[in-house]
């Protein structure tokens, strides 16, 4: 997304920077300026929607480059991991708690039965035959 509209969001800044309800326009040189790199809304309903054929090899060395850039640094202990998940997390004033290890609530019972409880079901279950 960054790469399709980048350069529209640019000139929308621009042309709504003194009035923001400046409408953008619809037609003629001005529009052409606010076009995405690879998509366009105005195909209407056609075969993937208006895209362009040049994103859809855009996307996949952005998908290779992405999947190199993980495995580097999952070979690095994640440090890039865990920096981006620092600074979403002071973005968003979210304080870091302790993680839950699994632990039950009180009063709550584990959700498999235990032996002891198929025995009673399967002894009940031996009375109604009889």
């Given at each position: 997304?960054?790469?399709?509209?980048?350069?529209?969001?640019?000139?929308?800044?621009?042309?709504?920077?003194?009035?923001?309800?400046?409408?953008?326009?619809?037609?003629?040189?001005?529009y052409?300026?606010?076009?995405?790199?690879?998509?366009?809304?105005?195909?209407?309903?056609?075969?993937?929607?208006?895209?362009?054929?040049?994103?859809?090899?855009?996307?996949?060395?952005?998908?290779?480059?992405?999947?190199?850039?993980?495995?580097?640094?999952?070979?690095?202990?994640?440090?890039?991991?865990?920096?981006?998940?620092?600074?979403?997390?002071?973005?968003?004033?979210?304080?870091?708690?302790?993680p839950?290890l699994?632990?039950?609530?009180?009063?709550k019972?584990?959700?498999?039965?235990?032996?002891?409880?198929?025995?009673?079901?399967?002894?009940?279950?031996?009375?109604?035959?009889?």
């Open positions: 997304m960054m790469d399709n509209c980048h350069t529209k969001w640019i000139a929308t800044f621009n042309w709504q920077k003194d009035d923001p309800k400046r409408k953008i326009p619809s037609k003629g040189a001005d052409d300026q606010f076009k995405a790199k690879y998509s366009d809304s105005k195909c209407g309903q056609i075969t993937f929607g208006g895209w362009d054929p040049k994103a859809f090899e855009a996307l996949v060395k952005y998908m290779e480059a992405i999947k190199a850039n993980r495995k580097a640094d999952n070979g690095n202990n994640k440090v890039q991991q865990k920096y981006a998940l620092k600074l979403a997390r002071q973005a968003h004033n979210i304080v870091e708690k302790e839950r699994n632990r039950r609530r009180k009063g019972e584990a959700s498999a039965p235990t032996p002891k409880k198929l025995k009673v079901i399967v002894d009940s279950d031996d009375e109604d035959d009889e």
